[in-house]
Structures are given as structure tokens and as C-alpha cells.
């Protein structure tokens, strides 16, 4: 893989990652664009580790919180909302991950995704962008509702940042305390899969798509667009504007089962 594509599919990774329309979906559908192959485990986990920077600089002030007070309640909300993740991603992901790369309807797949994503969100904005509860009203079962709802994550095409947002604004919660949990709850997520992929490199003697610069500057690439990617989502959630990435994903649903079915120009 050239170093520009690296770059490129740490842009797309990176931005997509803190917007809800999946990134691992934008991801698979860039590489069948450009006729890259896979990104591969390290390369995936250097775009994992940018976007955790990019949360940690955004949200530097409630994590280090986090770390000087671990019995916050907010931690407390964060650990019970985890473990359906990690339950998911060490019994799950790997199945479906297997399943989606030797499928021959990729385009398919990832439009049912997209799909979803986008009915979770529509949905989520009109009629439940009135929920009041903020941290104080925040309970244990509200969490664990946000928790299952990223298992649906592993299925590729579904936002895990999209779903649990939908999630957490179904439960009531207020929708700028809602985006705020989400995308805190990232944190873990990004590091939970950086580990798992960090196991995976050890004894893989599989050659990695990218070199050394390349796997870097993907890094820095994921980095910097998770960081804008951010602040533009907050900027546009503060006006309640949940709908335009219902439609972006209902339009890009639509392309994809056009070139699955008729066009076959990338799947």
C-alpha cells in the first residue's frame, strides 16, 4: 500500500470514527474505491490509536477527572456500558470480521448496515430528542441499554457511535449530555480495540500492508480528522440537526445496492 492511501484511509478512519455513520464501514468501502487491499492489523490499529488521541484532546479534562476521582459516578456509568462491548468484540468480532471478508456481497452487508445506522438516527431525532436526564438521573440501566446497544457495532456498516447515541437519547437522556457520554465512551472502546489488535500482531508473521512512514503518518492522519471530526459534531448536534446523517446514509444505502446489484464498479 502506497503511503498516500495510508494517509487517505487514516483521513477517512479518523473522521468517521466521531461521526455517526460507521467508520469501519467507510473504511472497507475506501479500500474497495481505490483497489487497496485490506488495511490489515497494524495499520488498523495506528488509525485506532490516532483516533484515541484525538478523543484524549478533546476530552483531556473529563478523562483526567475520571482518573483522579475512579469512584465518579460518571466511571461507574462508563465501566457498566463497557463490558457489552468487550464481551462483543472478544466473542463476536472476530466471527463476523471473518464472515464479512469472505463474503462475496460485501456491498450488501455494508448497505444493510449503513441502513440501520441511518433509521437508529432518524428515528433517535424525531422522537426522542426531548429527553431531560443529565448525569444526576443518569441510572445503571440506562447505561447498560448504551452498553448493548454497541454489540450491534460489530456487524460492519452499523455505527457503534451512531447506535448508542440513538440509545442513550431513547433512554431519556439530554441530547448534549448523551453525545458527551458517547463520545467518552469511546475512549475505552478505541482502546479495548487497540489492545485486541496489539494481540494479534504478537507471533503474526503475516507481512504488513504498509511501511513504516505509512503506518505513521496514518496515525497522525486519523488523528488530526478524529479531532475535527469531533468539533464539527458537536457543533452540529448543539442545533439538533441529527437527520442529515439519516439521509447521508440513506443516500449512500442506495448507491451501494445500485453497484452491488447493477453498476458492480467496487464490489
Not at 473522521?15 to 474497495?32: C, D, I, R, Y
Not at 448525569?135 to 440501566?141: A, G, N
Request: glycine fraction near 10%.
Amino acid at each position: 500500500m502506497a503511503i498516500w492511501q495510508a494517509i487517505l484511509l487514516g483521513l477517512v478512519q479518523g473522521f468517521t470514527a466521531f461521526l455517526p455513520v460507521s467508520s469501519s464501514g467507510h473504511l472497507s468501502l475506501m479500500e474497495h474505491i481505490l483497489g487497496t487491499p485490506e488495511s490489515g492489523t497494524l495499520l488498523t490499529m495506528m488509525f485506532h490509536l490516532g483516533a484515541l488521541a484525538a478523543v484524549i484532546a478533546v476530552f483531556w479534562k473529563d478523562l483526567w477527572m475520571l482518573v483522579r476521582q475512579p469512584r465518579h459516578k460518571l466511571m461507574y456509568m462508563m465501566l457498566i456500558a463497557t463490558v457489552p462491548l468487550l464481551v462483543s468484540i472478544l466473542l463476536l468480532g472476530g466471527v463476523f470480521a471473518s464472515a464479512y471478508q469472505q463474503s462475496n456481497v460485501q456491498g450488501l452487508v455494508l448497505a444493510i448496515g449503513f441502513l440501520i445506522s441511518g433509521l437508529t438516527l432518524f428515528a433517535a431525532g424525531q422522537f426522542f430528542d426531548n429527553g431531560e436526564k443529565k448525569l444526576k438521573q443518569f441510572c445503571w440501566k440506562e447505561s447498560g441499554i448504551i452498553g448493548l446497544s454497541q454489540i450491534l457495532a460489530v456487524i460492519p456498516g452499523i455505527s457503534r457511535l451512531g447506535t448508542t447515541l440513538s440509545a442513550a437519547m431513547a433512554s431519556g437522556l439530554d441530547r448534549p449530555f448523551a453525545l458527551r457520554f458517547v463520545l467518552l465512551l469511546s475512549a475505552p472502546s478505541l482502546l479495548i480495540s487497540v489492545l485486541c489488535e496489539g494481540f494479534q500482531l504478537i507471533g503474526n508473521d503475516v507481512a504488513p500492508t504498509v511501511d513504516f512512514w505509512g503506518a505513521i503518518l496514518g496515525l497522525l492522519a486519523a488523528m488530526l480528522a478524529g479531532y475535527a471530526a469531533i468539533r464539527l459534531l458537536l457543533k452540529i448536534l448543539s442545533r439538533g440537526k441529527l437527520q442529515y446523517f439519516a439521509y447521508y446514509l440513506g443516500g449512500l444505502t442506495v448507491l451501494l445496492l445500485l453497484d452491488q446489484f447493477v453498476f458492480r464498479l467496487f464490489f
